[in-house]
């Protein structure tokens, strides 16, 4: 457990509102990710962070965008909810020492 | 560029027979390259990792991998299957050089399934 947390664990929306989900992390590491999970794609980078108000694209990041203005929180919004972001979602730390990553439990977005 | 190919997307074992889950990867730089493990509902779990240190890695749970340059792979191995090893899989490099921020690359999963 790397506490990290996600929030919220499940959210159904509709197709044009905005949606926030927000990773908390609680050991102050300086990298961030998000990443979507959808079946045969295995896991794919949106955006990430080095840093506070320090973000950049990933592989996927149309339609996303984040923030992060503490240590601690990493957020991703999509500014107008698509059916093609429903999906998993998953924050991610980097470790201290290396490049692995610990990630946090997902959330499940549902965009009808 | 970096990319990494996990050869089989559904391996099915008996329990009690030997696991081999393969992966292949391309990459111009020395890599570092990762296993993950995914069971159903839940979030990923480092298994092991491979640094530039011993080519024989060993992970949690019984699993190790192998990490051989001149064939490119790292396959994933265990030498007996458990019930609570069926989950998917994930093969991952990371872009390992100056100014690539350390990004992971994942293959596309490998689905174990463990029959009684």
């Known amino acids: 457990d790397a506490g990290i947390t996600q929030s919220p664990r499940h959210k159904v929306t509709e197709t044009g509102t905005p949606v926030t989900l927000r990773c908390h992390q609680t050991?102050?590491?300086?990298?961030m990710y998000w990443y979507r999970q959808d079946p045969g794609h295995g896991l794919r980078l949106i955006h990430y962070?080095?840093?506070?108000?320090?973000?950049d694209k990933g592989e996927v990041s149309d339609g996303y965008s984040v923030s992060r203005s503490k240590t601690e929180d990493f957020l991703l919004t999509l500014e107008s909810a698509t059916s093609s972001q429903t999906s998993v979602y998953f924050c991610?730390?980097?470790?201290?020492?290396?490049?692995?990553?610990?990630f946090g439990p997902g959330t499940r977005l549902t965009v009808t | 560029a970096q990319s990494v190919t996990q050869l089989d997307s559904h391996v099915s074992v008996s329990e009690g027979t030997p696991v081999l889950l393969r992966c292949n990867y391309s990459?111009?730089?020395?890599?570092?390259l990762f296993w993950y493990v995914q069971h159903p509902n839940k979030g990923l779990q480092l298994l092991l990792k491979?640094?530039?240190?011993?080519?024989l890695v060993k992970g949690i749970n019984g699993f190790e991998a192998e990490f051989k340059k001149s064939e490119t792979s790292f396959h994933l191995t265990k030498p007996s299957a458990h019930m609570s090893d069926a989950a998917e899989y994930f093969c991952?490099?990371?872009?390992?050089?100056?100014?690539?921020?350390?990004?992971?690359?994942f293959g596309k999963g490998t689905k174990l399934s463990v029959k009684p």
């Open positions: 991610a730390i980097r470790g201290r020492l290396s490049y692995e990553q610990y």
């Open positions: 050991e102050n590491h300086r990298y």
């Open positions: 962070s080095y840093g506070v108000k320090d973000t």
């Open positions: 990459s111009s730089y020395s890599p570092s």
């Open positions: 491979y640094t530039s240190a011993a080519t």
């Open positions: 991952v490099v990371t872009l390992n050089y100056g100014g690539s921020q350390g990004n992971l690359i």
